[in-house]
């Protein structure tokens, strides 16, 4: 029996987010520039989407580019927008086909305009489809997504249409880049690193964390369908004890 096979597709996580690492040190272990791990690691993007279609997952969330990405030297950074734009343009018609409906989150006005361009043209494409929801965050950080919502709700304050005692969770939630979405239960990161690199961190609140030491150009799709299985053996309690979970 196969990976997928032993999946209960009606008890998968709604949303998983994932935080793809490790292609530069895939790379150097080949004895290649970084620039040919980020290409390399185009085809696991290909491969997570195929197992998230397969497995039912409804929505799902590629940290492809982080605000502090943008320490890294011109010619890298340079070659992971030109793999942007590049896999855009080929990938978007097959995913709109798939159902696949594509969205990005992050300061997007810091992207080259040629990206913007792009990303636009594939939000636009593909914005009926509703098999997979794939999000791609894109110069973003979990703590610009808190500042900015802050500042949002700030400004509605100022402004006098919103009253500061009204501000709870859901009113804060849906001030995120993220809102209308519901948040991760998986977070899924590769490489062996053991955090969680600002990377939707209210949203993350109480998701599930899987870490595996596979590098992301060797993340497949059984690698993607072990961590929904791994997954499917946790109780989600929610400050709640283990008896009172199984009270139906």
């Known amino acids: 029996m196969s990976l997928l096979d032993r999946i209960d597709t009606g008890s998968v996580p709604k949303h998983v987010a ?20 980020h290409r390399s690691g185009v085809e696991s993007v290909r491969a997570v989407v195929r197992a998230a ?4 997952v409804r929505y799902l969330t590629l940290y492809a580019f982080s605000t502090e990405n943008w320490n890294r030297p011109d010619f890298e950074i340079n070659a992971l927008m030109e793999i942007l734009v590049s896999s855009l343009r080929k990938e978007t018609e097959e995913l709109r086909q798939q159902g696949v409906k594509i969205g990005v989150i992050g300061n997007v006005e810091q992207l080259p305009s040629v990206c913007r361009r792009e990303l636009d043209e594939a939000m636009k494409l593909t914005a009926e ?5 794939l999000t791609l965050a894109l110069s973003y950080s979990g703590r610009w997504d808190i500042v900015q919502a802050a500042r949002a709700l700030a400004e509605r304050v100022a402004a006098g249409t919103l009253n500061p005692e009204a501000i709870d969770d859901q009113v804060f939630s849906a001030s995120l880049s993220m ?14 690193e053991y955090r969680i690199s600002n990377y939707l961190l209210w949203q993350c609140a109480y998701s599930e964390f899987y870490f595996t030491p596979t590098l992301w150009p060797d993340f497949r799709e059984e690698e993607f369908y072990a961590a929904l299985l791994d997954y499917q053996t946790r109780e989600r309690r929610f400050g709640k ?4 979970i199984q009270v139906k």
């Open 53 to 56: 279609r397969q497995a039912k």
């Open 241 to 244: 004890t283990s008896e009172q």
């Open 18 to 37: 994932v935080i793809m690492d490790g292609n530069g040190r895939w790379a150097k272990q080949k004895g290649r520039p970084r620039v040919f791990g």
């Open 179 to 192: 809102a209308g979405k519901p948040d991760p239960e998986l977070m899924i990161r590769t490489s062996g």
């Open 129 to 133: 489809n509703t098999v997979l929801d």
